[in-house]
């Protein structure tokens, strides 16, 4: 078992513990919004014959030499053909087949001319203007062709894409599975959010609430929270009960080195391996990751921001490990800040703000006790150990929420 480890290698370990949850397939309304698993072809050209882009007829333009308003050609109507309609024969010199929108265009044509730059003839037509081979023209294949990649492997699949695989014709698709997650909110002092009047040395459970509506807010749509109290015993057997059911158990609280801080004993009575306890990091360092008959445990700190900016940190790079995308991990970018930090950083540390546009405003009180002030809160400012406080205009590293 490792303790005090650093960040980057906290998540490698994770990373290597587990495998990734693998593919499942899914109907294509169901796969709107998830991760392609890998490359959807086209079964079919599309579109699957040469088309009419435009109400008009369907001409040979070695027959329209000369055509103008002043010098009208005359060719003989021999067929009409709708949308959803097969041409009944070829199209011969000196004809011309009246066809809509989408209709299938018949062999021996090579253009098709606007019904406005006609007569509008039934039987015969006057031809009002010349047209080169291919005018107005829509082949076989043009949009894609049979075998051609449609949607790469790792696509998130969104109305558009949901549209493509109408027109391909396809109706289940190949997706990364998601990820099954419980949240195990500890502490005796902890109460549902709903129990009204507050007893008397209690606090409202918030680590629950906020961790489930976070993983639902990534994509996570299978996750349940749960509050408990500090009985070891308990709190083991809920523990199985949960990761018999779930891919991945957060819990939070329980986790520094306090009388009551109890997964310390929890985790062995389940018979879990502790992979990692402790992270150089602030806030959040007695975080602590373990192995349950090789499925995944991530203990976080019980106060609210700790267990946010953690979760943040540690659970995300674990979510992409299980199911390969690339959603859940963090992306970084260079800000200057706009505000002060009065305090050095011995350790590393993350502080809540607020990014736009090259700029990171601070949001407030950033004691790891403290969720208020996590409301706008869209980035994490990524302070190096050894940082000095933190100067207006100074230049920092944030990663995006």
């Known amino acids: 078992m490792r303790t005090r480890i650093e960040l980057e290698e906290a998540r490698a370990l994770m990373a290597e513990s587990v495998r990734p949850l693998g593919v499942e397939q899914v ?43 002043e010098h009208p050609v005359s060719l003989r109507v021999v067929e009409t053909v709708y949308a959803g309609g097969v041409p009944s024969r070829a199209l011969g010199p000196g004809e011309a087949i009246r066809i809509m929108t989408g209709a299938m265009l018949p062999r021996g044509c090579d253009c098709v001319l606007q019904h406005e730059r006609t007569d509008n003839g039934l039987e015969q037509v006057q031809i009002y203007a010349a047209l080169s081979p291919h005018d107005n023209y829509c082949d076989r294949g043009e949009d894609y062709r049979t075998g051609e990649v449609l949607l790469p492997a790792g696509t998130v699949v969104d109305a558009a894409a949901v549209g493509v695989l109408a027109s391909a014709g396809l109706s289940s698709v190949p997706v990364r599975r998601r990820p099954v997650v419980r949240v195990l909110s500890t502490g005796d002092e902890v109460v549902s959010p709903d129990l009204h009047p507050l007893p008397a040395g209690k606090i409202y459970g918030s680590n629950q609430e906020l961790l489930t509506a976070r993983l639902r807010e990534l994509g996570v749509t299978d996750v349940e929270g749960l509050l408990i109290g500090d009985d070891p015993r308990e709190v083991a057997d809920t523990m199985a009960q949960l990761l018999g059911e779930c891919d991945l158990l957060i819990t939070t609280g329980g986790v520094s080195a306090g009388d009551k801080d109890i ?5 062995p009575l389940l018979g879990a391996e502790r992979v990692f306890w402790k992270v150089n990091l602030k806030p959040g360092t007695p975080a ?63 502080l809540r703000g607020f990014y736009q546009e090259g700029r990171v405003s601070l949001t407030g009180k950033n004691d790891s006790g403290m969720l208020a002030s996590l409301v706008g809160c869209n980035c994490l400012v990524d302070l190096p150990a050894g940082s000095p406080p933190v100067q207006e205009g ?3 590293t944030v990663l995006l929420l």
């Open 27 to 69: 109907s294509r309304q169901e796969a709107l919004g998830r991760t392609l698993a890998e490359d959807v072809t086209a079964p079919l050209d599309q579109p699957p014959f040469d088309r009419s882009p435009l109400d008009g007829y369907a001409l040979r333009s070695a027959d329209l030499t000369g055509a103008s308003p």
């Open 263 to 267: 997964f310390h004993e929890a985790l």
């Open 288 to 350: 602590m990751y373990s192995l349950w008959q090789g499925q995944p445990i991530l203990s976080l700190s019980g106060n609210p921001f700790a267990a946010a900016a953690t979760f943040e940190l540690l659970a995300r790079p674990l979510l992409a490990a299980l199911t390969g995308e690339s959603r859940f991990s963090l992306r970084s970018r260079t800000a200057v800040v706009e505000g002060s930090f009065p305090k050095a950083s011995p350790g590393r540390r993350f």
């Open 394 to 396: 100074q230049t920092v």
